[in-house]
Nanobody, 130 residues
């Protein structure tokens, strides 16, 4: 079965850190652009960070630059999102997605409107609260 599975969510205080993992199952992650997206209640899904398959070029939305780092370990078929200095505004369900043909900017900027995403995970909850 081909899919991606997220893990690593949780509840932290402002200023805390979490590391999300996205493991690809049934396909080789190295050939895919991966992205992390989030959705808060009542809001649209937005692209947080995306990483390309080839040169590992990256995209970050402005609000997470300097705080979040996306990386990939192709040997483990896994993509990570290290989140530091978390803020209440980072609260939401975080989804991992992968696409063979998309680039990081295209995927992240389109977010939920991206057509033809190959794989979407079911999401992991991140809650930042005092």
């Amino acid at each position: 079965q081909l899919h991606v599975v997220e893990s690593g969510g949780g509840s932290v205080q402002p200023g805390g850190s979490l590391r999300l993992s996205c493991e690809a199952s049934g396909f080789t992650a190295s050939g895919y652009t991966f992205g992390w997206f989030r959705q808060a209640p009542g809001k649209e899904r937005e692209g947080v960070s995306c990483i390309s398959s080839g040169d590992s070029s990256t995209y970050y939305r402005d609000s997470v630059k300097g705080r979040f780092t996306i990386s990939r370990d192709n040997a483990k078929n896994t993509v990570y999102l290290q989140m530091n200095s978390l803020e209440p505004e980072d609260t939401g369900t975080y989804f991992c997605a992968a696409d063979r043909d998309g680039g990081p900017y295209t995927m992240c900027l389109a977010a939920g409107d991206y057509v033809g995403m190959d794989y979407w995970g079911e999401g992991t909850q991140v809650t930042v609260v005092s």
